[in-house]
């Protein structure tokens, strides 16, 4: 793996990490001040993903480097299949929580959630 193959993986985990961060934000929404640094750093974390893809498309695929956008799709299309694969993994872990509240009511050690 290139040094730039393995800057962009890690540029597309924390955006993946920021969006969820800002879907979950609990009962209480965030503070406007928070929001607007989450969106600078979301903003940021973008950008450097694209720069990633870029130069890494410069020494892999010059040709297609040439191209205006590629970076930028390539770039949004990792961002999607990584943001597809967390919530398939949040789905995941929220269908085994309800099993097992399932199964204690089955097995009569738990009262109904509220």
Known sequence: MSNWEDEANRHTA??????????????????????????????????????????????????AAASPGVAEFDAGFLYGLAFARALDEERIALDRVQRGRVLKLAKGNASPAP
């Open 14 to 63: 924390e955006l993946v990490k920021l969006t969820m961060t800002a879907a979950n934000q609990g009962p209480e929404p965030l503070p406007e001040d928070e929001v607007a640094r989450l969106g600078k750093v979301i903003a940021t974390e973008r950008q450097l993903l694209i720069d990633a893809i870029s130069l890494l498309l410069h020494d892999d695929e010059p040709e």
